[in-house]
C-alpha cells in the first residue's frame, strides 16, 4: 500500500499510532468494558499489550494486511479509541471493520463518525467491494453504530466465538460499495 492518507471528519482526525501513544492507549483498552465486548483485547490490558499491538499494527499496516487508525478529537488530538479494517483480501475485495471507543466518549456518535470514515477509506482507497462487520449480540450499541454507519445486518452467526469461556452469538454486517453512499 502506498501511504495512508490522514482522515478528517468535523470532530475526528484518524492516523498512526505511534509508541508515545502507548501509556494512552493502555488506559482506554484496559477498560474491562472495552476487553468485554472485543476479541482481540486482554484484561488486564499491560503496557506491554500496548507497544506489541502498535508495532504489530505497523507491520500489518505495511504487508497490506489492515489499515489501522488512531481515533482522535479535535482540537487537540487526543487520543480517544481505535478503528480500523483488518483481514484485507486483495482477491476477493474484502475487508472486516473493527472499532472500539474509549468508556468517557461513548453515546456521542464518535464510532459512528469514525466508522464512515473508515468505510469510505476502504471504498475509495483500498478499492473494497464488501466490508463486513461483526458485534456480540450482548452488545447491541455496536450494531447501532454499524447502521448508522451504513451497514445492513446480514444474519446471526450462533455460538460463533468463545469469550471468557462462555460462547457468544454474533450479528453479521456488510455494506457493498455499489450501496455506500
Known amino acids: 500500500m502506498t501511504t495512508r492518507p490522514i482522515l478528517h471528519t468535523t470532530r475526528l482526525v484518524l492516523g498512526d499510532f505511534c ?3 502507548a501509556p494512552e492507549l493502555q488506559r482506554l483498552a484496559g477498560a474491562r468494558e472495552i476487553a468485554d465486548t472485543t476479541l482481540r483485547i486482554p484484561h488486564p490490558y499491560l503496557l506491554e499489550h500496548a507497544l506489541a499491538w502498535i508495532e504489530q499494527q505497523n ?7 489492515s489499515a489501522n487508525f488512531a481515533v482522535r478529537l479535535l482540537p487537540h488530538r487526543q487520543l480517544i479509541g481505535c478503528v480500523g479494517l483488518r483481514d484485507v483480501d ?3 475485495s474484502e475487508a472486516e471493520l473493527g472499532f472500539w471507543i ?4 461513548w453515546g456521542q456518535g464518535y464510532a459512528r463518525e469514525a466508522a464512515r470514515a473508515v468505510i469510505q477509506f476502504g471504498f475509495e482507497f483500498l478499492n473494497l467491494n ?5 458485534h456480540m449480540v450482548r452488545n447491541p450499541a455496536s450494531g447501532r453504530v454499524l447502521l448508522a454507519a451504513g451497514m445492513q445486518r446480514e444474519g446471526l452467526l450462533r455460538q460463533h466465538v468463545l ?12 455494506v457493498l460499495r ?3 453512499r
Open 19 to 21: 509508541a508515545d501513544d
Open 59 to 65: 507491520r500489518d499496516d505495511a504487508n497490506d494486511k
Open 90 to 92: 486483495p482477491e476477493h
Open 102 to 105: 474509549g468508556k468517557d466518549w
Open 130 to 134: 464488501r466490508i463486513v462487520a461483526h
Open 163 to 174: 469469550k471468557w469461556g462462555e460462547y457468544e452469538d454474533v450479528v453479521l454486517y456488510a
Open 178 to 180: 455499489h450501496e455506500w
